[in-house]
Each structure stands twice: as C-alpha cells, then as structure tokens.
C-alpha cells in the first residue's frame, strides 16, 4: 500500500530485492563518472603536442578539476536530499555529456579550464557521496560491503575506459574519446532516470537488513544552508578534523599524484601511454579487488587499524616507485599491483567512522567535506607536482613526499576514538 500511495512502484517485480538493482545502476553510473574524469590524465600528451601547452599549465587545469570534484561533494549531498537523487544525478551527468562535446573545440588553455570546471562539478556531483547516500538509505546489513562495491568503480572505471584511451588515441586521436563519452552518458541519463528509486519506501520494503519500512524526511532544507549547517556543527567534532586530515593526505597520495602524473612520468622514461595507461588499469583491477574487500572487512573490522595499514603500506609503495622505473619489466607492475589494492581502499573505513560518529542521514554530508579535503589534498598535489616536474624534470621528489605523508597518516588515524560519541546535533539521524 504505502509503494502504490507513494510512487505508484508496487507493481515492480522482485521488490524485495530491488536493493541490488539500486547497487547495479549506481555502480555503473560510477564507473561512467570515473571514466570522465580520468579522460584528462589521457589528454596531457596529446594536448602538449598538438597545442603546445607545458605541463605546469595542464597541470592547472587537472588541479581545478580535482579541487572543484572535492568541493561538490557536499552540496551534491544536501541537493540528493532536498530535490532527490534522480534529479541531481541527471542534471550532473547532463553536463559531463555538454562537456565531453565542448572539450573537442578547445583551443586556447582558459576552455581548458572552463571544461575543467564543469567535470569536475558534475563528476563531483556522481562520486562517492552518491555512494554513501544510497548505501545508507537502502542497507542496514552489508553496508560497508556495498560501500566497497561503489568505492571500487572508480577503480573499475580506470579499467574499463583506460585501454581503450589509450589506443584510440593512439589510432584515432584524443576527440573520438570525448565523443565516445558523450554517447556514453547520454545513454546513462536514461538507464539511470529509468531503473533507480529514491528510497526503499517508494517500492514498499525496508532497507536490506532491516526491519520496518522507513517513511521518507518531510522537512528538506535547502541545499546549500543544509551542507553549510552540517559543516559548522561536524567541525565541534574531534573525529571530523582527523578524518578530513587523513584524507588530505588520500588524495595527495592518489588522485593528485599517480592518477594525474604516472602517465607523463612514465612518458618522461620512453614508456609508450598505452603501456602507462594499461599500469593504470591494472592498478584498477587489483583496486577491485582491494576496495571490495576492503568494505567487507569495514563491516567486521576496526576501521582505524583498517585505515592505518592502508595509508602505511601506500607510503612504502610510493618510496618504491622511484626504484621500480629501474628494475625492469618486472618494477612497474609490482608496483601497481601493491599501490592498487590500496588505491582507494580507504573510502569504506572512512565512510563507517563518519556514519557512526554522525548518524545516518547527515553521514553523507559530511563525508562530502571530508572528500573535500581528500580533493584539496589531490589538488594541491597535482599543481605542486606539475611545477617541481617543470623545474626539475622528474617526479621523484613529489613520490617520496607523498609516501612519506602516507606514513604520517597512518599515525593520524589511530588517534581516532575507537567509538565516537555523536554530537547531540546529530543524535537523532544516527542507527
């Protein structure tokens, strides 16, 4: 009854388990988005040969993409809860599809910039902080494990769509990528309108695991006054400023650093894009692997141990690679395979501390500030290490620092309360 009054959804086969094709369509939404926003990472040979733009200059760009995929994320958020999650979504995916079209004229670096601007707003739109909010709303049981399953397409993203950049550049040129992507997220627009549902409720069951059905919030703010509040009141919190620290150091670590610059590291040392980019994606394939089971020990584990051997043993990988250029055929993809299943490992832990310490329905917002740090980090990252490559011509210097703020956050999480006390703010979203 409550399905029929609510959205007219009662007639759906297989209600009962309608979670998991909530699961299938945000993964693969995910993917999609990671694909995107990778796409620069593949553009920076071909932009300096065909433009003649420096690496510090792309650099820019890659930083504004990173820092403003960060920003959204919260606003993103608060927007899913006051005007749903369809909406904001198809919005966001509408405007990477104008992007992926627009990309193809540019020309001078200021249209670079601009594209940058919207992949990032409409990736960060998609990212993690849809993840967090659909795994909130329609699982109790497992929820760390389907955290890793969405954390994992960004991995699954870079294994999907790296290779085939790679060699469509290669024998095509970069703009039949963009106009592949465009296609793609057209496509995506209408799979995902169709298939996804807001809440549990509107096909009429209870969250996975639960055991009542939960009636949608009637009180919606608006999006910007409602991330905006969520922030000043997680600030008051201990666990916000260490998990937002140690996130910095995430994205320095990852995004900012082998996402945006193995590429033309690997190019700087003779090493074709194709091969670099398939060392991209087998880091992805282990990543899946790595993220997946990550969720699952979340699920079961202390996320603070969890958190400190992930940032440890990415802080050794990072001091390996300098070394791993000159061992060989073997170097480079032992380190990817170390550095991937560790990737973005992190994500599942992350999200189980901030739902624990501020309830279930604002976790999403504030996991999109603490994404923001990881962006800044990433951001910051990525011009500072397209400045000293400039300067100095190598990337080593930028791999050791990162590995060496890896080891220091593996410290920093273990400050973390092992169970955090809910502000009285959020006390009642909490589970």
Known sequence: M??????????????????????????????????????????????????????????????????????????????????????????????????????????AIWQLLICATFVGIGAGSIALTLGATVANRWFVKNRGTVIGIFTAGNATGQLVFLPMFGALIEHQGWRICAYILSGLTVTLILVF???????????????????????????????????????????????FWLLAGSFFICGASTNGLIGAHLVPACGDRGIPETRAAGLLALMGLFDLVGTTMSGWLSDRCDSRWLLFWYYGLRGLSLLFLPFAFGLGLFGLPLFAVFYGLDWIATVPPTIRIATAAFGRERAPIVFG???????????????????????????????VTSGALCILGSMLVLCI?????????FAEAAT
């Open 2 to 107: 409550i399905a029929n009054t609510t959205t007219g959804q009662g007639n759906l086969p297989n209600r009962r388990h309608y979670p998991f094709v909530v699961v299938g369509t945000t993964f693969v939404t995910l993917v999609s988005a990671a694909g995107v926003l990778s796409s620069l990472t593949m553009f920076v040979r071909p932009f300096e040969a065909e433009f003649g733009w420096s690496a510090s200059q792309i650099a820019g760009a890659q930083a504004l993409q990173i820092g403003l995929f960060g920003l959204t994320g919260p606003f993103a958020a608060a927007a899913m809860e006051r005007y749903g999650v369809r909406k904001t979504i198809a919005g966001a995916l509408a405007l990477l599809t104008c992007t992926s079209l627009l990309i193809t004229r540019v020309s």
């Open 193 to 239: 309108c169709l298939l996804m549902r807001e809440r549990p409720v509107d096909v009429g069951i209870p969250p996975w695991g639960g055991k009542a059905i939960e009636p949608a919030p009637t009180h919606k703010r608006d999006p910007l006054s409602e991330a905006f509040a969520t922030l000043r009141h997680a600030s008051h919190s201990r666990t």
């Open 369 to 399: 500030w603490i994404a923001t740090a990881h962006q800044i980090g990433a951001a910051s990252t990525a011009l500072a290490t397209g400045w000293s490559r400039t300067a100095s011509g190598t990337y080593d210097t930028a791999f």
């Open 417 to 425: 309360a092992r169970r955090p006390q809910i502000l009285p703010t």
